[in-house]
Every structure is written in C-alpha cells, then in structure tokens.
C-alpha cells in the first residue's frame, strides 16, 4: 500500500488542529510539516514546538521535511519532539551517510529529498542509506507552486534503477501533487506522496483523501 502525507503547509493555520484530525480519520499515513528558516529558501515555517505539539495531541505519524542548511543541527531537536520520519535536502549537508545512519539509529526513518534540478543518479552511493527517496515536484519552500514535468521521467529512471539492482526503496513525490499526477507517478512507480493544496484547499478534505487513496493504492 502507498504511503499518503499531508503537508500542512497548506493548511490554513486557523484551522491547523481540525485540518490534521481530518486527514488523520480519512487514512493520510502521516501529517507533512515542512521547516524553513528563511535561508535555504525564502519562507519561513514551522518548528519542533509544532511537532511535539501535534504529537501530544494525536496518534498520527509526523514525517519532519528539513528545508534548511545543516539538516544534521537539528536531528536530535526533532527526534526529541517525536517526529517519526525526517527527510533532507540532498546538498544540504557534507555527510550525508553520516546524517542518514544517524537518523536511523535514532529510530527515525530516513528520507532524502531531491530538487528537481538534481539528477538521480547523485543518490546511487545513499541509497543503500535511506529508507525512502523523495522527488520534489517544485522547487522548495512554497506549496502550490508549477509542477516540474521533468519529474515523471526521473521517477521512471529511479524505478528502473531499483528494478535492477533487486533494491525495495519508496519513492516519493513532493510538491504540487494532485490527483492527476499523482495517477501518473503511480504508474511510473511512486508509492509515497506527499500533498498539501491538494488536500486542504478541496472543499472536502475526506473525498479529496478518499480519492487519493483510490488512485495511489
Ligand atoms: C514545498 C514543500 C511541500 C509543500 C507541498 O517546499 O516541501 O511539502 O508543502 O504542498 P503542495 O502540495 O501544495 O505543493
Ligand atoms: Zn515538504
């Protein structure tokens, strides 16, 4: 079955409680939170204090998306607030496998996160490291941005590359990810997806849930 996360960066922070609780009933297998700190992108969002207080609040899984430099700072912060899986920015630390065996040991799981601009093939010596990869539609620290089409052919390529090297490692999709494409990157061998104005700005956010889940599995 696929992995579905809603990034509550599309939320409306008035209604950031109710939002998750939704999600959650609906069958989204974790809660998204972005954190950016004004520097590696031009946004700034969210914290540990957003994730221990989601944590205290619900029995939902809480996938942490580091969208800053030095990803390595913060990794005892956010297994602190309970996060449950922590994906970084590939380029954003000098040791990466460092980073990535820390994450799992702290019993995290460990997602890398590609730019759109990256070739694939930058994650052939980590992958044996990861728990997941993700494939960023956009380019980080906005929701709702343009979908980079380039994606599709880079998620088939990575698929390819697991296939035949006999390696079971999810690949996702993050940023601008909606029904329709998100039926496209299935087919192509995505099975994790995160979603986030997809999700929350539908008018229901369950039937918008419900129709993901038919389509991703
Ligand atoms: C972009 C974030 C995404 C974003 C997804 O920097 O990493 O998680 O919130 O939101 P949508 O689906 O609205 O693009
Ligand atoms: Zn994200």
Redesign the pocket.
């Known amino acids: 079955m696929s992995i579905l996360s809603a990034?509550i960066?599309?939320c409306n922070a008035m209604f950031l409680g109710e939002s998750i609780e939704e999600a959650e009933e609906a069958g989204a297998d974790f809660v998204?939170v972005?954190i950016?700190d004004g520097v590696y992108?031009k946004n700034i969002a969210f914290g540990p204090k957003t994730v221990s207080d989601i944590k205290s609040f619900s029995d939902t899984k809480v996938e942490v998306?580091l969208?800053l430099h030095n990803p390595e700072n913060y990794v005892e912060m956010f297994d602190q607030a309970g996060a449950d899986a922590l994906v970084f920015q590939l380029g954003t630390t000098a040791n990466p496998i460092r980073l990535l065996k820390e994450i799992r040991t702290r019993g995290m799981m460990a997602g890398i996160a590609l730019n759109p601009a990256d070739p694939w093939e930058n994650l052939k010596h980590l992958t044996d490291y990861a728990d997941y990869i993700i494939m960023?539609?956009?380019e980080?620290?906005?929701?709702?941005?343009v979908f980079e089409e380039s994606v599709y052919q880079k998620v088939g390529e990575l698929k390819e590359f697991f296939v035949s090297t006999r390696r079971d490692i999810p690949i996702g999709a993050?940023?601008?990810?909606d029904l329709e494409r998100a039926h496209k990157l299935k087919a192509l061998g995505a099975d994790w997806f995160?979603?986030?104005?997809?999700i929350f700005s539908a008018g229901s956010r369950k039937d918008q849930i419900a129709k993901f889940r038919t389509i991703i599995g």
């Open positions: 990034s960066l599309g998204h972005d950016m992108v998306h969208e960023m539609g956009v980080p620290g906005f929701g709702n941005q993050d940023g601008s990810v995160i979603v986030g104005s997809a």
